[in-house]
């Protein structure tokens, strides 16, 4: 195998890709990023909200995306596709088209000029056609890269031949109509899948009226309704009229779990897609009433069930289990919905608006793609992956990531993208890398103690700056502000030649300090801390004014105020810039090794993927074997055997030479922090060691719940599922007959001190039926539910089962069932359970020869003791907490500490496995690497000012300062402080402060707002 | 010539949500009022209460800090700190009958582009009714 | 709890108390007030032979600097130490020590119901004397004693909070009572296991001293109304802090101001140079050193919730600002934000420290 090249082709740029992409760079990995569409984000910046926590999908994704686009080891290939892979593993060589842009990205400024110019008015793809957008575009606002395409089969020159209105108007000639199709080829190690998923197209469903009836929309539509910065400024209003609807109706499963359409599989997120929409769109409208049409809520996942009784509670929201038979147009636009009852009953109600809760379905083309990268689909046409290799395709060195194999959120997408990262591994070269500061590889000039010499650039950006403020004015105010040596104007500052003059003009005037006022520096300020370090300054020597997005594009009818405030932001960024000081990313060197804690699946399996990515791992395990919670495993709904692939998988642990393992351990004492922890663990000899190591993973799994209710332990008779799958497996069946067997569902989950769910229950419960199905055909099999959650593709055994003729009966946290036992003297008897019958309205009663509880799994009660250790926080479920739920799922906010497995939160073997995959490449993204930068932008402490009262330690989310016991001083950690200042605004004695953002910098910069301006006088 | 007052509002932003919120008001070309003077912090939190003293005895008609709205803080949980110390601020002028009014705390994302343009022209107009800031001209301070 | 009775004076009681705890080892010194035999003059002492309590008045309705601060600082010392603390001096130790400015791990608190301190100018010049007997009638009366600092004569917290050992003083006690020592916790029971006196379980009662305070409170009120009316809106401020002469007396006398060095003598407030100017050339005016206005801004938020309301402030300010009035009063409503009351508890949380996910919905 060679590995000589190092550098993996990633198809998709979603959140699975980004994130893939991004993980693989900080390896030290090239990385060819593909993507169809002209911008990277996928199908997340089309969120408004994420669940369950409400946060602002663009505001978390933005910086993935910023951080993808300038990492220099990511090459974007946009507008491309992929369409071969040959060669063997570790030595592919892909072929991908990379279509016409039209647009020169080089000399495109992102003006936008074009746009406005541009006649030809098309649907908004990313606005759901709820907006209008032209044939030269972005394809959304905040796209990145940021340059304009043309749409070539809308453009009029490009289809007719006429217009070229664009080429006109564009102020740098970035216009080529004569842009070619390219075809090329990149040698890779590997290739990651990432293409994502589609939603189900609902024109099919005639009786809901979608596209006839102007106010029944999709979700999807219904979202970008929602956003703030969507075709509605998310003010929601009715197609008909345009009014605020008062009541909304959501109908479930529109696509998803659907046999007369080949959809015999659960979407697993519409439930709580659902949900959040409304307790949006209540927030946004308090007399709004939403009502949910559902089957099951499948509200699985972590904190989702908290987020379901919110919605009840809090925002009203009102859930009805019905089916939904017709949607019927009334004349005010208003909308009928006639819908069936489980008991038969029909039932009639009108509402302003529906929204189809649309499921998720293979993308469009995936049969061709799979044909032509030879990979295998599963029968809904999704990409095909096995429970044990869940991250893999039937191709060798092809990954599989994000909803492409199974439908997924957001996430799920994520780890799953850091999993196959940790896949991938194995076909790169494992040699550890030294991460540089960058900088123009030009000798960095001495400035400290030397007075500011600052150099101003005003940027016109053509008409964009220049048409609005005076620009010519400002640099001529610049020109007279202290210690400002130079001002001049500039056409387009980020043009390549302007990026030279700049150059020059540091070494002319001997600058030591750059301020650019031009658009924004969260997309620039990166290119021109480049050039000036190209020039031979500290990077961090420069300032940027918001001339543009701030000033000139939100004041153009007012050019004097424009041209006032323009001079404000200038003279704030010489104020600032004149304190500015030369910041040196510290390089803290990593230990290569890593710490597992638990030696369950999850634990050996992030245990395997470290160590087969050639480094030392510590694995802990506190039973006397390995195996974990997964020893009580024995089926599978594909028929693999879990005990075969655990022996395998702790055969290959023991046998690993980069595998120290320690049974019957405990961790006394974990220090140390990023690259540097130090342990001290009792072995089973009871010998105190210690060990060094760079990173932690935390794997210690979960605990079957201990119920007293349903008569557990008071007959034989009454077994949990984890006992029951073993009864099954041995066949140690109660004596007797056994004809009658009741499953009961939640048994401790979803109610009072365990308001979650328990997530793999409904799916094992209906395993195991089917395993006793096969035993015994002719047992009764009675389920009690609430839900059944059998999320995703699990969902066909589910109809398997009704289908063989298990009976289901719903009941809710008030009509629990009971059981009885029918001789209390007999340690094995009989029991009796009555459960409620919604449909017939009556109580059931049968005498069970068999009890089976699905019982709740718990957090492990010494978690506490190790989060404390790590300083890692618990949920209230005492659950480990991860650092985002969303976007870094498997990363703790202190960095390098990793959770996986059951620590995190329920789940099954094939999630364990993906996850414990993901913490294992979430952790070699530091441990690949000799050493990394710790931020420039850090908190200092002046030690002569502290008084030690630990403001500071309380208020840092990482871990990062802390207050010294012996000399009663704070200290920061440079290598898990993020630079964000909470610490330093906490501080009463004015003993912290910020490199970069200084207190007196930043006093400087509002005392410089007192400038008495003409402009506050007008004729 | 008549004079038309023109509020100075020192607005902090984070910059991870309220100040990409900004940026996005003016890609979309949404015209709001220049009285806004934007500061780029790294996190709400990063605003010392003090800076709000200092702005406001300086002299800016009003002061707006912008910030993730809780639970999105870049910085996990530096958003919640910042309201505490708007919390006693903000009760420390109005105990002392300052103008509490000229203070502004808002939550502002990095897709809501819209709201930011409308707390911009809301602000300025409330400051607009309450006047010049009276510690411009007083030479106490 | 218990109760040990000694059928002596107050004062006396504790002053054999104090002997007792050096003499039988029980600590390494004690913290008192004292008068100076000599010159008559009052001040906080650290003693360590008994042969020098003789002097200690350890109820001295005198402040000289608050004890709490100076005592946390000792604390750390690891000297075990008996200190007689007014109930704000305790709370000023609570708040300390919660910032890890002190550890009462090696202290024995007593403290005792407070009827106010004299301000200091008159605990200087000697007129105190003659007001002390007038003091002590007026407060056995349960009423307040009209020479005592403003902010004690507003003072809600007169009954101290927790400590070790608490007495009740003037105006608490029953005619012919006696010395009564109420115990808290093991430290005092262990520390006073031999100490004689008739061992009880008596509870202190505070319904004694309702009468006091409800003219606490009612003092209280008129004393923030008249902070209310002198210092509201800019103008009112300048009156009152544009005296301010930049001494920052206040801040070093505070209990709770314990940073090493004020930030608002850091350079973040020097002259900024141009913008100086700037402001001059705005204001056509401005007076020197700048920033006085600010410094007392700056500190209501930075501890006003903290505020124990000890009055020291105002009793060093050269110019006669009511600092303590204003700060006390600013302080109630800061810390009432978050349901704090300082020093009340070592484990309530510190109001900037901490943070709740739902909470101040109203703003932002």
């Known amino acids: 195998m060679k590995k000589s090249r190092n550098s993996v082709l990633v198809l998709g740029a979603g959140i699975a890709g980004i994130q893939a992409s991004l993980d693989l760079a900080e390896m030290g990995v090239g990385v060819h990023l593909v993507e169809g569409t002209p911008t990277i984000g996928g199908r997340m910046p089309q969120l408004d909200k994420t669940f369950p926590t409400n946060d ?74 709820l907006r209008k957008t032209k044939a030269i575009s972005r394809y959304f606002l905040q796209s990145i890269p940021s340059e304009y395409t043309i749409n070539a089969g809308h453009c009029l020159y490009l289809t007719k031949g006429v217009c070229r209105l664009c080429e006109k108007v564009c102020p740098t000639g970035a216009i080529n109509y004569g842009d070619m199709d390219r075809e090329i080829e990149l040698n890779v190690n590997a290739v990651i899948l990432a293409t994502g998923i589609d939603p189900y197209d609902p024109i099919g469903f005639g009786h809901f009226g979608y596209r006839r009836y102007s106010n029944v929309v999709t979700s999807l539509e219904f979202e970008r309704m929602l956003s703030a910065s969507g075709p509605l400024s998310g003010h929601v209003a009715r197609a008909s009229d345009g009014r605020a609807p008062e009541n909304i109706a959501f109908i479930q499963c529109v696509g998803s779990r659907d046999i007369s359409i080949d959809r015999n599989y659960c979407s697993s997120a519409c439930c709580m897609f659902a949900i959040k929409q409304s307790i949006i769109a209540r927030e946004h409208n308090r007399d709004l009433s939403a009502t949910i049409f559902y089957m099951d809520i499948r509200a699985f996942g972590k904190d989702f069930d908290r987020y379901y009784e919110k919605a009840q509670e809090q925002y009203g929201v009102e859930f009805v289990r019905s089916k939904v038979a017709e949607v019927r147009e009334l004349r005010n636009g208003n909308l009928e919905l006639k819908y069936t009852f489980e008991n038969g009953d029909i039932q009639h109600r009108e509402f ?85 500061a960058g900088g123009g590889g030009v000798p960095e000039k001495h400035v400290t103690g030397e007075r500011p010499r600052i150099g101003v650039f005003v940027c016109h950006c053509g008409i964009n700056i220049a048409g609005v403020v005076d620009v010519k004015d400002v ?102 810039a004149r304190g500015l000081t030369p910041l040196e990313r510290l390089p803290i060197e990593i230990d290569p090794e890593a710490l597992v804690i638990g030696g369950g699946l999850s634990g050996m399996s992030a245990a395997l993927s470290i160590a087969d990515a050639g480094h030392d791992v510590y694995l802990v395990e506190r039973a006397e074997d390995l195996g974990g919670n997964m020893r009580d495993i024995f089926f599978n709904f594909d028929g693999s055997d879990p005990q075969e692939f655990l022996s395998g998988l702790i055969d290959r642990v023991l046998g690993h030479n980069r595998i120290k393992v320690w049974r019957k351990a405990s961790i006394e004492d974990i220090t140390g922090y990023v690259g540097n922890f130090r342990t001290k663990l009792t072995g089973e000899s009871g010998e105190l060691e210690e060990l060094s190591h760079g990173a932690v993973v935390v794997a210690t799994g979960g605990q079957e719940h201990e119920t007293e209710e349903y008569q557990y332990g008071r007959s034989s008779r009454v077994v949990t599922q984890k006992e029951f799958e073993r009864m099954l497996h041995d066949g140690s069946f109660p004596a007797g007959r056994l004809r009658e067997v009741v499953m009961i569902q939640c048994v401790g989950s979803r109610e009072e001190g365990r308001m979650y769910c328990s997530r793999i229950c409904c799916s094992k419960a209906v395993k195991n039926a089917l395993q006793l199905r096969k ?99 618990l949920n209230s479920d005492g659950m480990f907490l991860e650092a985002h739920v969303k976007l870094r799922p498997v990363d703790f906010a202190t960095e390098g500490i990793f959770v996986c ?116 006088v007008v004729n | 010539m008549n004079k038309e007052f023109v509020p100075r509002i020192t607005s902090f932003l984070c910059k991870w949500c ?123 301070l | 709890m218990s109760s040990i009775s000694i059928d002596k004076s107050v004062a006396m009681g504790l002053k054999d108390l104090l002997g007792y705890l050096l003499d039988s080892d029980k600590v390494d010194s004690v913290l008192t007030m004292r ?273 124990v309301g000890c009055g020291m402030c105002s009793d060093v300010c050269p110019v006669g600002i009511p600092v303590a009035a204003v700060f006390s009063r600013t302080g109630e409503r800061t810390a009432s934000l978050f349901d704090y009351v300082p020093g009340r508890s070592l484990t309530e949380e510190i109001p900037v420290m901490v943070f709740k996910e739902e909470e101040f919905s109203e703003l932002g």
Not at chain 1, 360 to 367: C, D, E, I, K, N
Not at chain 1, 396 to 407: I, K, L, S, Y
Not at chain 3, 171 to 183: D, F, I, S
Not at chain 3, 262 to 270: A, H, L, P, R
């Open chain 1, 901 to 1016: 497995g059951l620590a995190h939160g329920p789940k099954d073997m094939s999630e364990s496995l993906v996850q414990a995959r993901a913490a294992a490449g979430r952790a070699l993204t530091f441990l690949r690497k000799k050493s990394i930068l710790a931020e420039g932008t850090i908190a200092e402490v002046r030690r002569e000012r502290c008084s030690g009262c630990g403001y500071c330690q309380a208020v840092c989310a990482y871990s990062a300062i802390e207050v010294d016991p012996e000399e009663q001083v704070a200290v920061v950690n440079d290598a898990l402080c993020k630079g964000c200042g909470a610490c330093v605004a906490s501080c009463r004695c004015g003993a912290l402060d910020l490199r970069g953002f200084s207190n007196i910098q930043l006093y400087s910069v509002f005392n410089s707002l007192v400038r008495e301006t003409a402009e506050g």
């Open chain 1, 56 to 129: 602002c999908s663009m505001c978390i994704l933005s910086p993935k995306m910023s951080e993808c686009v300038r990492h220099p080891l990511i090459t974007l290939h946009i507008k491309s596709s992929l369409e071969k892979i040959e060669g063997a593993p570790g030595d592919f060589r892909c072929t991908v088209i990379e279509r016409a842009k039209y647009v020169d990205p080089v000399k495109c400024v992102s003006c936008g000029l074009c746009e406005e110019k541009c006649p030809v008015k098309i649907d908004d793809v990313f606005d759901e056609g």
């Open chain 1, 352 to 436: 302003d608006m529906v929204v189809l809760s649309i499921g998720l379905q293979p993308r469009a083309g995936s049969r061709e793609l799979s044909g032509k990268l030879d990979i295998g689909l599963n029968r809904f046409g999704f990409c095909r992956s096995d429970t044990f290799r869940p991250l893999n395709t039937t191709r060798d060195g092809v990954f599989v990531c994000g909803a492409m194999n199974g439908p997924k959120d957001n996430p799920e997408s994520v780890v799953s993208a850091s999993g196959a990262v940790a896949g991938a591994m194995e076909y790169l070269d494992a040699a550890r890398y030294e991460p540089s």
């Open chain 2, 18 to 140: 309220s100040y990409t919120g900004a940026d996005l008001a003016g890609t979309s070309r949404l015209q709001y009022s220049a009285s806004i003077i934007p500061i780029q912090v790294m996190c709400s939190s990063r605003v010392d209460p003090v800076f709000l003293l200092k702005a406001y005895l300086s002299g800016s008609d009003g002061v707006l800090l912008g910030g993730c709205h809780p639970g999105d803080c870049h910085y996990e949980t530096g958003n919640y700190h910042t309201r505490r110390r708007f919390a006693i601020v903000r009760e420390v002028f109005e105990s002392l009958g300052l103008e509490s009014d000229r203070l502004r705390l808002s939550w502002i994302s990095a897709s809501e582009g819209p709201k930011f343009a409308r707390i911009a022209n809301e602000f300025t107009e409330e400051i607009r009714l309450l006047g010049e800031n009276p510690t411009r001209k007083s030479i106490f």
């Open chain 3, 35 to 307: 008068r100076i035999p000599e010159t008559g003059a009052w001040d906080l002492a650290l003693i360590t032979d008994s042969g020098n309590l003789g002097e200690a008045e350890p109820l001295a309705p005198v402040m000289t600097v608050n004890a709490g601060k100076e005592l946390s600082s000792l604390s750390l010392s690891g000297k075990r130490i008996a200190a007689v603390l007014k109930p704000c001096e305790l709370r000023a130790l609570i708040e300390r020590v919660k910032r890890e400015q002190g550890s009462l791990q090696n202290l024995l608190t007593i403290s005792h119901t407070c009827s106010g301190v004299f301000p200091l100018e008159q605990a200087a010049d000697g007129s105190m004397n003659e007001l002390l007997p007038k003091y002590e009638k007026v407060a056995s009366m349960g009423e307040v004693p009209s020479s005592v600092r403003d902010t004690c004569k507003a003072c809600q917290h007169f009954i101290p909070v927790h400590p070790d050992i608490m007495l009740a003083s003037a105006g608490a006690q029953r005619p012919g009572e006696g010395c009564v020592l109420y115990l808290e916790g093991g430290k005092a029971e262990e520390a006073l296991r031999e100490f004689r006196g008739v061992r009880d379980d008596r509870v202190f009662d505070p319904s004694s001293l309702d009468r006091t305070a409800a003219a606490r409170k009612k003092e209280r009120d008129r004393l923030f109304a008249r902070v209310e009316n002198d210092c509201s809106g800019l103008d009112g401020l300048l009156n009152v802090f544009g005296k301010c002469v930049g001494c920052h007396g206040c801040s070093r006398v505070c209990p709770i101001c314990y940073c090493a060095l004020c930030d608002f003598e850091s350079m973040n407030f020097d002259y900024n140079l141009p913008y100086f100017e700037e402001h001059l050339s705005r204001r056509g005016a401005l007076r020197l050193p700048p920033d006085t206005v600010m410094f007392h801004l700056g500190r209501l938020t930075h501890m006003s919730f903290s505020c």
């Open chain 1, 475 to 576: 640099a001529a105010y610049a020109a007279g502000l202290p210690n400002v040596e130079h001002a001049e104007n500039v056409v387009y500052a980020c043009s390549t030649d302007c990026l030279e003059t700049i150059k020059s003009r540091v070494a002319e005037h001997d600058l030591n300090r750059v301020v650019v006022a031009a658009c924004t520096p969260r997309t620039h300020e990166p290119l021109f801390r480049q050039t000036i370090s190209e020039a031979g300054l500290n990077p961090y020597l420069f300032e940027m004014a918001n001339i543009r997005d701030q000033c000139s594009w939100a004041h153009m009818d007012e050019p004097e105020q424009a041209t006032s405030k323009s001079k404000d932001l200038v003279e704030m960024a010489v104020a600032k």
């Open chain 1, 775 to 873: 035993r015994k055909p002719r047992a009764n099999i009675y389920f009690a539910v609430r839900d059944v959650r059998t999320y995703g593709f699990a969902e066909e055994h589910y109809s398997e089962l009704r289908d063989s003729g298990a009976l289901f009966f719903r009941y809710t946290p008030d009509s629990k069932p009971t059981a009885e036992l029918i001789d209390p003297e007999d340690p094995h008897s009989r029991v009796r359970v009555t459960v409620l019958d919604p449909v017939l309205e009556k109580e059931v009663v049968i005498d069970a020869d068999l009890l089976v509880l699905a019982t709740a799994i718990d957090a492990l009660p010494e978690n506490l003791k190790l989060a404390r250790m790590l300083k890692v926080p």
